[in-house]
């Protein structure tokens, strides 16, 4: 038996429902998405078993093989807060166009008096600034930069937290928060006196608790930790 031919023609498919759902993920993702700038040396840490996550809101270190210390907060707020009263303490002048680009960084290895100047190079420039010989680490003269970073840093990141909480808690909202932690990060081929001198400059500080960055050995990736 013959089959009878369909009357209505061949099926079609109206596509113009997915074109437009396509173009708004592609607008969405546009909108929302937070290009991050390329950190200013990138260094290869040790591995280790660890498996714990950085925290979110972290307060880091980071040197490099050749001994040279950068500075970063995650927490854009007290970046800027902690840059103002650094300037203040250095008598370093910085317009509030270069501590809201300043927010950005994710670290630097200059010192302030570099600092507005580092700010205002290209991103593409900064990795071959020509001051970017580490934050000050000098454990003898005053001129400790590092150890003022870490102590306004600290205490800016600790104050933008609690604000957070505070206001949370104000609207009856939760706060998932982590509190800021310090974080040391090295090359595996940096020289333990190098980090033996940052080290130094967060006991002295009576910062006793800070994490160790690694990688996870093997490769893959971090599992959270049991909690």
């Known amino acids: 038996m ?16 997915m074109v437009d759902l396509a173009f708004l993920l592609v607008t969405f993702f546009m909108l929302t998405a937070s290009f991050r700038m390329a950190e200013p040396v990138v260094v290869d840490p040790p591995s280790s078993i660890g498996q714990v996550d950085l925290p979110d809101n972290h307060i880091m270190v980071t040197i490099d093989d050749k001994g040279r210390s950068f500075f ?3 927490n854009s707020t007290a970046k800027m807060e902690a840059l103002r009263e650094m300037a203040a303490k250095y008598k370093v002048g910085f317009t509030e166009e270069q501590i809201k680009k300043f927010s950005g960084l994710p670290s630097f290895g200059v010192d302030i008096k570099d600092l507005p100047a580092y700010i205002n190079a290209k991103e593409d420039e900064r990795k071959n600034f020509k001051g970017q010989t580490g934050v000050p680490l000098d454990t003898i003269t005053p001129n400790n930069q590092l150890k003022d970073w870490i102590a306004i840093g600290g205490k800016k990141a600790v104050e933008t937290y609690l604000a957070a909480k505070d206001a949370a808690e104000a609207k009856n909202q939760d706060f998932k928060a982590e509190k800021p932690r310090y974080a040391i990060k090295c090359a595996a081929k940096t020289k333990y006196i190098f980090v033996k001198d940052v080290v130094k400059t967060f006991t002295d500080l009576k910062i006793y608790q800070f994490n160790l960055i690694t990688s996870l050995e093997g490769g893959g990736t971090v599992i959270n930790p049991v909690k």
Do not use: A, H
């Open 72 to 74: 970063g907060i995650s």
């Open 2 to 17: 013959s089959k009878k031919p369909s009357k209505g023609g061949s099926p079609s498919i109206d596509m113009t429902p």
